[in-house]
């Protein structure tokens, strides 16, 4: 690990990672669920700044959902809100599993950047 990756608790933005299954039958109404949330989420909840939706290239019932916060501890706070479980039920109803990871960006690169 370099000098400027510290183990100790970063303060970088967060990373929130959803892995999903939706069987084929519901991935309609899966991806009408969060066209539905998705810009009430986008430009209401206080530190998102941006969400991907992903299906898998090898498996069409695998589904992706990441999310970026400017801290990890606004998406715990949103989280932790009646107003997230209700306005995120009609994309879990949908859902046969889900595996939830969060994480702290502490480091990250772009093409052409170097330090």
């Not at 303060?11 to 998705?38: K, M």
């Not at 209401?44 to 400017?70: K, N, Y």
Request: hydrophobic share 40%.
């Amino acid at each position: 690990m370099s000098a400027d990756m510290s183990p100790a608790e970063p303060e970088g933005t967060g990373r929130v990672v959803f892995l999903i299954r939706v069987p084929e039958d519901r991935q309609a109404a899966f991806l009408r669920a969060y066209e539905e949330i998705r810009h009430l989420v986008a430009d209401g909840v206080p530190g998102h700044l941006r969400d991907q939706v992903c299906r898998s290239a090898d498996d069409p019932e695998q589904w992706l959902i990441t999310s970026e916060w400017d801290r990890l501890e606004a998406f715990r706070a949103w989280e932790a809100t009646a107003e997230h479980r209700d306005l995120v039920r009609p994309m879990r109803e949908c859902f046969t599993e889900a595996r939830s990871l969060k994480f702290t960006v502490v480091a990250e690169t772009a093409k052409g950047e170097r330090s």
